[in-house]
């Protein structure tokens, strides 16, 4: 399969704006066991799936207007008086973004992935070994900026991301004290923290966010 052809077969169409993207930057939909509609955001669980955007406004605006029910059950080919729309889907989706990307840089530090410290950091860049940078909500911008710049001096290929989470939670996500800075040493590693906190950070609309690309 050539990678034109994968990459229209990766891309979904938004339930909500009608625009077409890759599907490992949108959320899917899917009909629960109980015919509630419910998030898949691992996309991994049966049966059809609905794709929309993480625009949390759009998707308030469609619960708010009465019309996710209807273009999700025609999209998922199902009853709309058989399936149940949570009036707090945003917040579930938004608090499952938050605990997947949390969860996947805990994955990422058991495997041996992240590198801590400012200093450590430091030196991992200028060895080449970094392929992205993490910083904490509440990172000082001027340290941030001082990582920032060495890895792109380094790694122009490389990505720099600010999560909305504060340094007390991320430090309590990966069992360490004061966590501010986190640097990622593996290539499919940065991929799936990527792809994890883009969503997360869309989704809430985090200013700072900062975040860089990727490639293969």
Known sequence: MSRTDADHISERRCLL?????DRAGLIRLVVGPDGELVADL???????????SPDRPAL?????KGKLKGQAARTLK????????PDDLPDQIAKGLEKRCLSRLGLE???????FGFDRILSAIRTGRVYALVHSGDAARDGAAKLDGALRQIRPDGYMLRLPAA?????LAL?????????ITDSGAARRIFEDARRW?????????????VRG
């Open 42 to 52: 691992g996309g991994k669980l049966g049966g059809r799936g609905a794709w929309i």
């Open 17 to 21: 704006t009608g625009d077409s993207g």
């Open 78 to 85: 199902t009853d709309a008086r058989n399936l149940a729309v």
């Open 60 to 64: 308030e605006a469609a619960l708010a």
């Open 175 to 183: 069992g360490r004290e004061n966590v501010v800075h986190a640097a």
């Open 109 to 115: 530090k058991r495997a041996g992935h992240l590198t």
């Open 201 to 213: 950070c869309a989704f809430v609309e985090f200013p700072d966010a900062e975040i860089g690309t």
């Open 167 to 171: 340094r007390a939670e991320l430090s």
